[in-house]
């Protein structure tokens, strides 16, 4: 059967290693969302949180992903894969409260990107997250939105492609076949 060589990123979904990275993003981002209520909160060091912990969200679930996608019947992938979207709600509310922060601090957003600012070349992105703050709701409704979301949508998902991988296919010769 064909896998992935992930012993060097964390090996197993059971591995310390990962349940240790689950539970210290859940910590990272709900520490760095009541730093962003702080008024004194410096912009680019909340920045650089946020981003650290995106790369560990990303990490997390792509490792997830990847173990699943080798044997979709593994109990243990698929807790993985519902372990590390849980863990990435957290990061879901972080985001709304960073949008409404960066939204809060356009002025200063607006400084740090200009030429020759200290965020110049995030000029694009800080763009977009003060584009999107413009169209995101409270963070109750985004909450509960990213709730529905993974209760209903994600979980059908998960469940279409596992179905889909696991079914076979009868020829006339008897055999078998996945598809």
Known sequence: MEHWQMESLYGNADSPR???????????????????????QD??????????????????????????STDTRSALFAKGVSQAEEASLAVADLEVHMLLFVQKRKD???GLTRKGGKLEAYAFVLGQMLEQAGHTMSPELENLA?????SGT?????LQDTVSSQAEIGWGDGKRTGT
């Open 18 to 40: 990962f349940q240790e990275d689950l539970k210290r993003e859940v910590e990272l981002a709900r520490n760095l969302q009541a730093d962003l209520e702080n008024p004194g």
């Open 108 to 110: 200063e957003v607006a």
């Open 146 to 150: 990213s709730d529905l979301g993974r």
């Open 43 to 68: 912009f680019v060091e909340a920045l650089d949180r946020y981003q650290k912990i995106l790369d560990i969200d990303e990490t997390l679930e792509a490792f997830a992903s990847c173990m699943q």
């Open 154 to 158: 994600e979980a059908f998902r998960r």
